[in-house]
């Protein structure tokens, strides 16, 4: 069974400035994807990054990019000059790649607040 | 292209009550998700439907939870009788080929359920 951990439970950032969350994982699978999600109180998880684990290229998408260390099981979010829009739930994922189930198993998440 | 449908958005019952959510995927998509989100944690995966037969369901609490996919299109998820500890955002999420799983499939905003 995989397990994901994210330690940080609620963390803040002035607007425009650099965060880092964390996250770690915990896995006997060779051949995975993780993923960011964004929930913000609308509740509706939204996609921000995923990182094929095959790849050893950081993802990156605009402002947000990862930081995925494959032996050491981390795989953390950097978001660059912070928004009052990123204010949110960010939740760290994993999904066994292959077969026909594709289970999502998510951290507990990180509470971002982006501070004016 | 219409996102997730999910119903009702709210809901408060009292213990020992039955209750019903309903959720209308994205169309065309073969496959269906039901996580529970309980407060303070990440989604988990409670079932998992391709078109309308059963991929995962080994996190479903079967002595009280049921849910079904008639015609592979929209599911309802039940819970007969529901206990305190059923509180949670219940989300709905779908996705058609290979390529959308991998990217992240597509939630809907959930339904809060409070148990009384």
């Known amino acids: 069974a995989q397990t994901v951990t994210q330690s940080q439970p609620e963390m803040s950032v002035q607007e425009a400035e650099t965060v880092t969350l964390s996250c770690t994982y915990d896995?006997?699978?060779?051949?995975?994807?993780l993923f960011w999600y964004k929930q913000p109180p609308s509740r509706q998880m939204i996609l921000v990054i995923r990182q094929e684990a095959y790849k050893q290229q950081n993802a990156t998408e605009n402002r947000f990019s990862v930081n995925f260390q494959k032996a050491a099981k981390s795989f953390s979010l950097k978001i660059s000059d912070s928004q009052l829009g990123d204010t949110a739930m960010y939740f760290c994922?994993?999904?066994?790649?292959?077969?026909?189930?594709?289970?999502?198993?998510f951290g507990k998440g990180t509470l971002l607040t982006v501070n004016p | 292209e219409a996102g997730v449908a999910q119903s009702p958005r709210y809901k408060i019952i009292e213990k020992r009550q039955s209750v019903a959510f309903w959720c209308n995927p994205i169309?065309?998509?073969?496959?269906l998700y039901w996580y529970q989100q309980i407060l303070g944690q990440g989604p988990k995966l409670l079932i998992q439907?391709?078109?309308?037969?059963?991929?995962?369901d080994s996190q479903l609490p079967k002595d009280r939870f049921s849910a079904e996919r008639l015609k592979g299109v929209d599911s309802t998820l039940k819970i007969q009788p529901a206990k305190l500890e059923d509180s949670a955002v219940y989300l709905c999420?779908?996705?058609?080929?290979?390529?959308?799983?991998?990217?992240?499939?597509?939630f809907g905003s959930g339904t809060r359920l409070t148990v009384v």
């Open positions: 999420a779908s996705s058609q080929t290979e390529w959308e799983v991998n990217y992240g499939y597509t």
């Open positions: 169309s065309g998509h073969a496959t």
């Open positions: 439907f391709q078109n309308n037969g059963v991929v995962d």
């Open positions: 994922a994993f999904m066994r790649r292959g077969g026909s189930n594709y289970k999502l198993t």
């Open positions: 896995t006997s699978e060779s051949n995975y994807y």
